[in-house]
């Protein structure tokens, strides 16, 4: 195995990071009342200090009533809160490293398994988090107003702290994806329509909010699904063109990267080309991509999560579509959760102290 490929430099606007691996946002729920711990900027300050290239923030939610449904999972709003995450980047820095927050609005969840409820309801652009679960309500166009004004303050604080871009988390069936999937967006305004392109005005107008509140020169990066929770076979888009309707739009918004989250990396994403969607976005935009997933390993995130464990997989194929030009950046998630030392071996050529990964890492800040 060859990884000499992944550890070029890389540069867009304000980030300048110093090989192509990130560190994927990964929730934790390691944050009481929302307040990010020393134990939290110790977690990231050891991943910069293992050469991650880029790290990325677990999701941290965004000043709304109901953007969360853990007590525990980060803020990034409230003084408090954004005390810790200065700390966390500052850490971060000192060890080399180079960071983005993930910001983040659940839209309508299931209750949490602890039992801790919010004081008012789940929003999302319909009371629906998927067509078999009615949880929450449809947000009112002030509520909608308001959520994008929240969006982009996050990103104003981010770079006002000191990180090096910013990432919006628009899938994996929370609030910006919900508008984007028709099962769960029923609006008759013009937060709603029949088409993909109609359903992303919500996405798109938090965009520009956040370009808008961090300038021309702030790396901005999206992070999108085709897959849903509730439907993991599931394609927001069937087809390039279908792809290129949603994509677009977003990158002529501000979009720098686009994060394209798989639950395989080499799956092709339509018939025809063995391009994923990391590929195709990419090609259908111009911009740069990061690719993700169960790289590193050989079982599925799904899989861990259920308890099965998983081992070190080769990269060959990953470093095969990398010089190919596919994508740009490589995010990897649970090696990294388990080994904050996983970028070092990789580079080290040290493949036999790989670890694997169990349940049991989540467990703890490793």
Not at 6 to 33: G, Q
Not at 64 to 69: G, K, M
Not at 78 to 91: M, N, P, S, T
Not at 135 to 148: F, L, V, Y
Request: hydrophobic residues 40%; charged residues 25%; contains cysteine.
């Amino acid at each position: 195995m060859n990884s000499e490929q992944l550890f070029k430099p890389f540069s867009l606007k304000s980030l300048n990071i110093k090989n192509r691996i990130v560190m994927a946002p990964m929730t934790r729920s390691f944050s009481p009342n929302g307040v990010p711990t020393a134990d939290v900027a110790s977690y990231y300050s050891r991943r910069a200090a293992g050469q991650v290239g880029l790290i990325l923030s677990e999701g941290t939610v965004i000043d709304r009533p109901s953007s969360s449904n853990d007590a525990n999972v980060p803020h990034f709003h409230g003084e408090k809160a954004l005390e810790g995450w200065k700390k966390v980047i500052d850490d971060v820095h000192a060890e080399g490293g180079s960071m983005g927050p993930q910001i983040w609005h659940m839209g309508v969840m299931y209750n949490h398994h602890s039992g801790w409820t919010l004081a008012v309801p789940f929003e999302g652009p319909s009371e629906y988090n998927n067509p078999n679960l009615a949880n929450g309500r449809a947000m009112t166009e002030a509520d909608i107003a308001d959520t994008i004004l929240a969006f982009g303050r996050a990103a104003a604080d981010a770079k006002r702290l000191g990180f090096d871009c910013v990432e919006i988390h628009g899938a994996h069936g929370y609030l910006i994806d919900q508008f984007f999937w028709e099962a769960t967006n029923n609006r008759t305004d013009q937060y709603g329509g029949k088409t993909i392109a109609e359903r992303s005005r919500f996405a798109i107008e938090v965009i520009k909010e956040v370009r808008k509140q961090v300038g021309e020169d702030f790396t901005i990066i999206m992070r999108l699904s085709q897959w849903k929770p509730a439907d993991y076979d599931f394609k927001l888009t069937k087809t390039p063109e279908e792809m290129a309707s949603w994509l677009v739009p977003m990158a002529e918004a501000g979009v720098d990267i686009f994060h394209c989250s798989q639950r395989r990396f080499w799956e092709p994403e339509f018939e025809g080309s063995d391009l994923n969607f990391a590929g195709w976005a990419k090609k259908l935009t111009g911009k740069a991509t990061i690719t993700v997933g169960s790289v590193g390993l050989n079982g599925e995130f799904l899989a861990a999560f259920a308890g099965e464990s998983s081992q070190p997989s080769s990269l060959d194929e990953l470093i095969r579509r990398f010089e190919r030009g596919d994508f740009d950046l490589v995010a990897v998630g649970r090696p990294i959760l388990a080994d904050p030392n996983w970028v070092k071996k990789i580079h080290d050529n040290k493949t036999e102290e790989l670890v694997g990964f169990s349940k049991e890492a989540l467990g703890a800040l490793l």
